[in-house]
């Protein structure tokens, strides 16, 4: 008997997963045909936690173009240029189309630290700068009034934005201070816009307990139930928006080993003894389930 489960328990696990991943594909709303940013903290973070969204989006049938823009070099063990150079041969790894999408800032503002917080306007001020669309008004409609102003629509280089939660999976104060700075730069963007919808649409990962955190695979169905039951939830509501409230993403068996190759291939500086349990029993290495947040 002992044999027998043994046998069973690992191919009834198997199974629950390929089936699962084929139904998230197949039920869940898809982006297609956007200009997506992966915004980061350290080199790393792109693989460690948002490799099946990464994969999915990138995948060349979707027609996404996808970039990742890292706050940091990740330069606490001073190590900052080698990781620069693996985090470009994880994102060819993930599927990203080139080395040239992917980029590094490098600024004593946002240093590698587990305990600093990163200022949220000056993320804004970077997030602005590199994807807010720059001006063409003539020296004349400079002149406008802040009403005539008001009737622009914002305009930005992205589409989607996808980041950390407010509490950044890991708390990691990195982490957490990128979702106030994305918020910021959407708000700071649509003030006195009102009327407009925001240009871009910002996704989160949601964060989990401990004990979700470390259930691989076996998190799935329970990750796929919520989402369905709060989809259902908000059905009800008119949405003006033209995104789908909820993403979710569930690597099969070829998407997870790409993932864990991102890793230990790729980040090889980062591959310390208890990394190799994240990317053994990790969940978000296998699935991550996306919010999109509201800018008010």
Same mark, same amino acid.
């Given at each position: 008997m002992q044999i027998y489960l043994?046998?069973?328990i690992p191919v009834l696990i198997l199974a629950c997963w390929l089936y699962t991943a084929h139904i998230a594909r197949?039920?869940?709303p898809r982006l297609c045909n956007k200009r997506i940013?992966?915004?980061?903290?350290?080199p790393d973070d792109e693989a460690m936690f948002f490799a099946p969204t990464v994969l999915a989006l990138a995948d060349p049938q979707s027609g996404n173009h996808v970039k990742i823009l890292c706050l940091s070099s990740g330069d606490a063990d001073g190590l900052g240029h080698t990781r620069k150079i693996e985090? *470009?041969? %994880?994102?060819?790894?993930?599927?990203?189309?080139?080395?040239?999408d992917v980029l590094v800032i490098e600024d004593p503002a946002f240093p590698d630290s587990m305990i600093t917080t990163w200022d949220a306007a000056k993320l804004a001020t970077v997030l602005s700068r590199t994807f807010q669309a720059s001006s063409t008004k003539t020296s004349s409609?400079?002149? *406008?009034? %802040?009403?005539d102003k008001s009737d622009?629509?914002?305009t930005a280089m992205i589409d989607v934005l996808i980041t950390f939660d407010r509490q950044g999976i890991s708390r990691h104060p990195n982490h957490i201070s990128l979702y106030h700075g994305a918020v910021a730069w959407l708000r700071g963007m649509m003030k006195s816009k009102t009327g407009w919808e925001c240009p871009v649409a910002l996704y989160t990962l949601t964060s989990t307990n401990i004990l979700r955190k470390y259930a691989s695979v076996l998190d799935a169905p329970f990750t796929m139930l919520r989402c369905v039951l709060q989809s259902m939830a908000g059905a009800g509501a008119k949405e003006k928006e033209s995104m789908p409230k909820r993403l979710m993403y569930l690597s099969?068996?070829?998407?997870?080993?790409?993932?864990?190759?991102?890793?230990t291939q790729a980040h090889k500086s980062q591959m310390r003894w208890f990394r190799w349990g994240w990317i053994g029993v990790g969940r978000y290495m296998v699935v991550n389930d996306l919010k999109r947040e509201r800018i008010i």
């Open positions: 043994a046998v069973i197949a039920s869940f940013c992966l915004l980061i903290a350290h985090l *470009a041969q %994880s994102a060819i790894l993930l599927g990203l189309r080139s080395e040239k409609r400079k002149q *406008a009034s %802040s009403s622009e629509a914002p099969d068996v070829g998407a997870y080993r790409t993932a864990q190759r991102a890793m």
